[in-house]
């Protein structure tokens, strides 16, 4: 029996450091998680099926290998789709025969089609954004892909002027001349974009009024007049009129606290708040072009004559802009740009790819622009313990485990995404050299007990 008991004893301090040394060499691998190997004492049982006081345990054995999903330590790295999970959680990745496996080892990269994947081509599980609104469709689980194709450009719809002008200006005693700074208080520009992403100059002229005109809002007690070219050249593209011709785009009024109380459109009346339409009744389109034309049609005769100009658009549908001026100010200091802002951008192409906390992949484009592409999904089990490992960290789904619980970074129990970090094993490798030690001992011990029965044996055998 002895034998026996002590063949068990050297079968567990084996398997024991079978385990220590499976996590000691573990210890640099992305996403590792140590095993504890758990023991249970082995007795004989009566035939009612229970031990009794006199019963001599017989042994021990190996009742489970499990593992321990602690937090490990993270390590930051250059790579932007390094991603570390702090908190609870793990990836969800597609293997290439189809199978869900799941890990906590982040690195990952694009192969050539734009899926990310990680060094075994398995592909990252996320949450595709919606072509329509480009909200992400959290109903839609699928491949994360990104999209390198450029993005497309969008015409300038809405344009702010964030400016001061200077409460001591004086009205200029010459009429205004869009080449002649001394009958201009002050001078602004903003680029603009048309539907084809080709970026435009909108100048911007400000005039001291001598007197406010007699339809602005009440509490009116300065007003500026402001005129507009694009280009170089007038909002149709017909050259810029001569001195003392142009007419104002619209008037802005200001109260004694040098507040805006309200704009004028061209025709003098009031917008009803703090913008000009460049799209007004009596303007013309922004971004419209000049060509010059081939003539009327020689069987019908319509048209225009050779050599006349044809405006043609080439600002698209709708074409125009709205130019605001809710923080205009008129106070006493030299006038200025505080902010100017607009909402159109030329074409882009990707120079870079960003991952927030919540998992959301956005594509950085040359033009400044960010896109959202998608997010990553993050699942998590009721039993962890239950998962079954599959090697290159990773684990498979169980009866044990019960079904994943998915959804976006930083809900419910689901940690955050780290991105440009990585999560490192979380063997502790001291701890593991004492555990060494211990199962060493362990082991010679159990061989000791062996060598001790085995003179007994021959002690035994040499009666006479």
């Given at each position: 029996?002895?034998?026996?008991?002590?063949?068990?004893?050297?079968?567990?301090?084996?398997?024991?450091?079978?385990?220590?040394?499976?996590?000691?060499?573990?210890?640099?691998?992305?996403?590792?998680?140590?095993?504890?190997?758990?023991?249970?004492?082995?007795?004989?049982?009566?035939?009612?099926?229970?031990?009794?006081?006199?019963?001599?345990?017989?042994?021990?054995?190996?009742?489970?290998?499990?593992?321990?999903?602690?937090?490990?330590?993270?390590?930051?790295?250059?790579?932007?789709?390094?991603?570390?999970?702090?908190?609870?959680?793990?990836?969800?990745?597609?293997?290439?025969?189809?199978?869900?496996?799941?890990?906590?080892?982040?690195?990952?990269q694009l192969n050539k089609e734009g899926y990310v994947v990680n060094s075994l081509g398995q592909k990252l599980q996320g949450y595709q954004t919606n072509p329509t609104t480009g909200a992400i469709d959290l109903g839609t689980e699928?491949?994360?892909?990104?999209?390198?194709?450029?993005?497309?450009?969008?015409?300038?719809?809405?344009?702010?002027?964030?400016?001061?002008?200077n409460a001591g200006s004086v009205a200029p005693t010459a009429a205004f001349d869009f080449g002649d700074s001394r009958t201009y208080n002050f001078a602004s520009a903003m680029t603009v974009f048309d539907s084809l992403g080709n970026?435009?100059?909108?100048?911007?002229?400000?005039?001291?009024?001598?007197?406010?005109?007699?339809?602005?809002?009440?509490?009116?007690?300065?007003?500026?007049?402001?005129?507009?070219?694009?280009?170089?050249?007038?909002?149709?593209?017909?050259?810029?009129?001569?001195?003392?011709?142009?007419?104002?785009?619209?008037?802005?009024?200001?109260?004694?606290?040098?507040?805006?109380?309200?704009?004028?459109?061209?025709?003098?009346?009031?917008?009803?708040?703090?913008?000009?339409?460049?799209?007004?009744?009596?303007?013309?389109?922004?971004?419209?072009?000049?060509?010059?034309?081939?003539?009327?049609?020689?069987?019908?005769?319509?048209?225009?004559?050779?050599?006349?100009?044809?405006?043609?658009?080439?600002?698209?549908?709708?074409?125009?802009?709205?130019?605001?001026?809710?923080?205009?100010?008129?106070?006493?200091?030299?006038?200025?740009?505080?902010?100017?802002?607009?909402?159109?951008?030329?074409?882009?192409?990707?120079?870079?790819?960003?991952?927030?906390?919540?998992?959301?992949?956005?594509?950085?484009?040359?033009?400044?622009?960010?896109?959202?592409?998608?997010?990553?999904?993050?699942?998590?089990?009721?039993?962890?313990?239950?998962?079954?490992?599959?090697?290159?960290?990773?684990?498979?789904?169980?009866?044990?485990?019960?079904?994943?619980?998915?959804?976006?970074?930083?809900?419910?129990?689901?940690?955050?995404?780290?991105?440009?970090?990585?999560?490192?094993?979380?063997?502790?490798?001291?701890?593991?050299?004492?555990?060494?030690?211990?199962?060493?001992?362990?082991?010679?011990?159990?061989?000791?007990?062996?060598?001790?029965?085995?003179?007994?044996?021959?002690?035994?055998?040499?009666?006479?």
């Amino acid at each position: 029996m002895s034998f026996r008991t002590a063949l068990t004893g050297l079968n567990a301090a084996s398997a024991d450091l079978g385990v220590i040394s499976n996590n000691i060499a573990n210890n640099n691998t992305t996403g590792f998680k140590a095993s504890r190997a758990e023991f249970g004492d082995i007795y004989s049982l009566s035939d009612l099926g229970t031990s009794t006081r006199r019963s001599i345990g017989t042994g021990v054995k190996l009742n489970a290998v499990s593992q321990q999903f602690k937090q490990g330590n993270l390590e930051t790295t250059s790579n932007p789709l390094d991603l570390a999970i702090d908190g609870e959680g793990f990836f969800s990745l597609k293997d290439n025969d189809g199978s869900m496996v799941y890990t906590r080892a982040g690195a990952f990269q694009l192969n050539k089609e734009g899926y990310v994947v990680n060094s075994l081509g398995q592909k990252l599980q996320g949450y595709q954004t919606n072509p329509t609104t480009g909200a992400i469709d959290l109903g839609t689980e699928s491949d994360l892909q990104t999209q390198t194709a450029n993005i497309d450009p969008k015409q300038t719809t809405t344009g702010e002027y964030g400016v001061n002008l200077n409460a001591g200006s004086v009205a200029p005693t010459a009429a205004f001349d869009f080449g002649d700074s001394r009958t201009y208080n002050f001078a602004s520009a903003m680029t603009v974009f048309d539907s084809l992403g080709n970026d435009h100059s909108l100048n911007a002229y400000f005039v001291r009024a001598g007197a406010p005109p007699a339809a602005a809002p009440a509490g009116t007690t300065a007003a500026w007049q402001v005129f507009f070219n694009i280009d170089g050249l007038q909002l149709d593209g017909s050259p810029l009129p001569a001195a003392g011709a142009a007419q104002p785009y619209g008037t802005l009024c200001f109260d004694a606290f040098g507040d805006i109380v309200g704009t004028l459109n061209a025709a003098g009346v009031a917008t009803g708040g703090n913008a000009i339409s460049l799209t007004g009744a009596g303007l013309p389109p922004l971004g419209t072009g000049i060509v010059p034309t081939n003539g009327p049609d020689p069987l019908t005769g319509a048209g225009i004559p050779n050599g006349a100009q044809n405006p043609i658009n080439i600002s698209g549908t709708p074409p125009g802009v709205t130019i605001k001026f809710d923080s205009v100010t008129q106070y006493g200091s030299p006038s200025g740009n505080n902010e100017i802002t607009q909402d159109g951008y030329a074409t882009g192409r990707v120079v870079g790819v960003d991952v927030g906390e919540d998992g959301s992949i956005s594509g950085r484009y040359s033009n400044g622009q960010a896109k959202v592409l998608g997010q990553v999904i993050l699942a998590n089990f009721r039993n962890t313990q239950g998962l079954s490992p599959i090697g290159d960290s990773s684990w498979a789904e169980t009866a044990a485990s019960g079904q994943p619980v998915k959804g976006p970074p930083g809900t419910a129990s689901l940690g955050i995404v780290r991105s440009g970090a990585l999560e490192l094993s979380n063997v502790e490798l001291s701890e593991q050299l004492v555990k060494m030690i211990s199962a060493q001992r362990n082991f010679q011990a159990n061989a000791q007990v062996i060598s001790t029965a085995d003179q007994m044996t021959q002690t035994l055998l040499q009666m006479r």
